[in-house]
């Protein structure tokens, strides 16, 4: 299942690496340098986790050409991006990703080269988004028209929570994150049929506007991780990819704002370019074809 590998990488990009500020070049547009200091990151974590190492030196031949491969492409898009050459480095930044993503398919069963440490984030964060969702099921529960519907689709979403903890509680957190996976989609394409084309609203409470704010800075980094990963499986190619870089783009300059704000304790106003930065990220995957609002 493609979905679990993102799901196993959700968030990851929130973790800068020491080497990001010795390769970022001083000039470049900011939205697009960002973009690629993101994918940076994430592939950093990738090629230098164990799983890989252990695979560029193992029995399995196609696994360990798919790693070099991706490697070499990262350290060319590296020297790029420092070169100041950024639609290289975007291009050599989705061959290094492509290749890595393959040889995670190969290497283990659950599809990551993530440590158990971040495996235990990722399912953590991705269980905190279900949530979210979920709670939007309860209201609908009490709708006269969906109340059946809803409460089946919450027996359905529950019962693939439980299976996801007992796989974690039993240490195969591959598995589980490919069921919390399983557990985000179905909520998220149950919800928007039960909806009919409304809006979805969920109701979330923060005791600060700046909890708010790290709540929505984890939501842009989760959205922008996926979309990372789906064009790494080919889903944004020819036009499609240049209407996705745009929704990115835009995406990473509302954040920047946003990032302003908070900086001057305006977090009120953050919360507000977060979301809308959130809203450009979610045409990028939409138009991918998965389901989000």
């Known amino acids: ?19 990001l500020a010795q390769t970022a070049p001083a000039d470049g547009p900011a939205p697009k340098r960002q973009l690629i200091e993101q994918k940076i990151r ?14 560029a030196s193992g029995r399995d031949p196609e696994s360990a050409a798919l790693i070099e491969k991706g490697r070499k492409a990262f350290d060319a898009a590296r020297q790029a991006f420092a070169d100041s050459r950024i639609d290289e480095a975007s291009r050599l930044l989705d061959e290094a990703l492509k290749s890595t993503s393959a040889a995670s398919r190969k290497i283990s069963p659950d599809g990551s080269l993530l440590s158990e440490s971040a495996q235990r984030k990722s399912l953590a964060d991705m269980a905190e988004q ?44 591959g598995d589980a994150n490919k069921k919390m996976a399983s557990a985000y989609k179905l909520t998220v394409e149950e919800i928007t049929k039960l909806r009919a084309g409304q809006e979805v609203f969920m109701s979330l409470k923060f005791d600060t506007p700046a ?42 300059r509302l954040r920047s704002l946003a990032e302003a704000e908070a900086d001057s304790q305006h977090h009120k106003e953050a919360v507000v370019l977060m979301e809308k930065a959130s809203g450009q990220l979610n045409k990028a995957l939409q138009s991918m074809g998965i389901p989000v609002f």
Do not use: W
């Not at 679990?4 to 929130?14: K, P």
């Not at 989760?222 to 990115?248: C, H, N, P, W, Y």
């Open 42 to 55: 994430l592939l950093d974590m990738l090629v230098n986790s164990p799983a890989a190492r252990n695979a």
């Open 211 to 252: 909890d708010e704010y790290v709540y929505e800075q984890k939501r842009f980094g989760s959205s922008l991780t996926m979309i990372d990963m789906m064009i790494g499986e080919g889903r944004a190619e020819g036009q499609k990819r240049k209407l996705v870089d745009s929704f990115v783009t835009e995406g990473n």
């Open 130 to 173: 279900v949530a979210s969702y979920r709670a939007s099921v309860v209201e609908l529960t009490r709708d006269g028209k969906v109340g059946v519907a809803a409460r089946q689709l919450l027996s359905q979403i529950d019962t693939l929570l439980s299976e996801s903890k007992q796989l974690a509680d039993a240490g195969r957190l």
């Open 1 to 19: 299942m493609k979905l679990a590998f993102t799901s196993a990488l959700l968030l990851v990009l929130g973790h800068p690496t020491p080497c």
